[in-house]
């Protein structure tokens, strides 16, 4: 139930943002037809991931494939951040006019969000991927290759029990906030 309001909240923002978009799915649904729009994702196109790779290695073939399709400005989410919005995706588009890089930082030391106008292959590498030093190492090497990087708002991503609680106002199981 959690995952399908998530997958509804990043949808709809997706939708009033009027942005091009492609949903990357990590896995292919039992029905997969990607002819067919995806009830969870009205109206817009959908290809399922390849599972070979580490997250870094999956994120930078669906940038270089975004890219190497035409797309001058790329942004990736993803669906576990229940404060991205429409507004903050179209910040994320109009901030790669003027910047290489943008960031949307989550609260546990990832982000929400990644957007480049054209592929930055090596912050994709030497990665502790869903850690908390993500960020902290993904701007190392945007300063170390002299990109200049737009920050989006700090937000919180479910990824726990206690996330959850934490979204939903209310003590997570530890009791605590």
């Given at each position: 139930a959690v995952?399908?309001?998530?997958?509804?909240?990043?949808?709809?923002?997706?939708?009033?943002?009027?942005?091009?978009?492609t949903v990357w799915l990590a896995e292919a649904p039992a029905e997969a037809d990607p002819t067919q729009p995806r009830p969870e994702w009205p109206g817009l196109p959908w290809r399922v991931q390849p599972a070979a790779g580490a997250l870094g290695e999956r994120m930078a073939q669906a940038f270089g494939e975004a890219f190497a399709a035409g797309a001058g400005r790329v942004v990736i989410i993803g669906t576990d951040c229940p404060g991205l919005s429409a507004e903050l995706l179209r910040q994320a588009f109009d901030q790669l006019l003027s910047h290489e890089l943008v960031v949307g930082p989550a609260d546990d030391g990832g982000y929400y969000l990644l957007g480049m106008n054209k592929l930055h292959a090596e912050l994709f590498t030497n990665k502790a991927w869903s850690t908390a030093t993500v960020l902290p190492d993904t701007l190392a090497d945007a300063a170390r290759l002299g990109l200049r990087v737009a920050h989006l708002p700090t937000l919180h991503d479910v990824d726990s029990a206690q996330d959850l609680a934490t979204w939903r106002g209310r003590p997570g199981p530890s009791g605590g906030q």
């Open positions: 995952y399908r309001e998530l997958l509804a909240l990043t949808a709809a923002a997706i939708t009033a943002a009027q942005v091009p978009a």
